[in-house]
């Protein structure tokens, strides 16, 4: 199938369904549908009815102006993550996860304040697909993620609110993202944590789990000189660039690390709430929760 026609033909074929969520869509192109079509193999009505609730999601998470929110200042600095590029220029996400005092950032900022600051990571990677493919001529570019888990410990699989907020957004990536990676590359992955992917990999999508790699600790600067300049890619991470004699080279990454300093905590009685699990009900669907409740109680919503 020629999907790259089909970009045009679904406009004609299903009008009252895409032009009145089409145009909702800020800086909508061909790829960006395109991307969706191919997604959903092809079926018109599974991308229409994708792209709606896209829009209610990206409106939900105000990500059309995502750039112009200031996160808490502790997430800017205990969450290391930056944006580098391939061998082609395409962007790569690193995500210095291992890195991250998981405990100490949930006790000084809401769970949907992280999530955000990871969507607001991948909204940049985004923009940066956008630059290359207009220079490329492609209907759309992908990306690379890289998850160090240098200094990873027991703690971001033992805190249950992290997991709740790493699961939800993984789930959030899967519905919205579809078609956005090239590769997940997982590097300095200790035993533990690939036991634990092993137990997630469950609420993977098959897209996804095909896009993991996890080489062996051995053998993961090998994976990132398959794809990286290694004159153009730190040394920190197996490349020959340095700044400054620094071999990080922190003006191109956010490091993080380190444990939250307590003057970041928040009394819990007056901070925003934290749930098991977040979810978007989107018109027509139904969502079935169940909750445990001691007389007498009361559910708000």
Known sequence: MNFESNVVFVRHICPAETISILPQIENLNDGYVLRWLRAKGGRFDDTADSLRKNVTFRNAWHLDKIHQWTPPECLEKYCGYGLLGDTEGRPILMSLLGNVDVEGLLRSVASLDYIKF??????????????????????????????????????????????????????????????????????????????????????????????????????????LAQIVNLDAWPMYWGGNLVENGDPKCPSRIKYGG????????????????????????YAGDKHLIQIKVKRPSRIRF
């Open 118 to 223: 990871s969507l607001a990571a991948i909204e940049k990677g985004m923009k940066l697909c956008e630059q290359k493919a207009a220079e490329s001529g492609r209907p759309f570019e992908q990306m690379t993620l890289v998850f160090d888990l240098e200094n990873i410990t027991s703690a971001h699989f033992s805190c249950k609110q992290f997991a709740s907020s790493f699961t939800t957004l993984v789930s959030l990536f899967q519905d919205h993202y579809p078609m956005v990676l090239r590769k997940i590359l997982i590097i300095r992955a200790p035993e533990m944590a690939r036991i634990a992917y092993a137990s997630i990999t469950a609420i993977l999508q098959d897209p996804i789990t095909r896009l993991v790699e996890m080489p062996s600790e051995s053998d993961w600067k090998w994976s």
């Open 258 to 281: 380190g444990a939250v300093d307590e003057s970041y905590f928040v009394d819990p009685k007056k901070a925003m709430a934290d749930y098991d699990q977040l979810t978007t009900v």
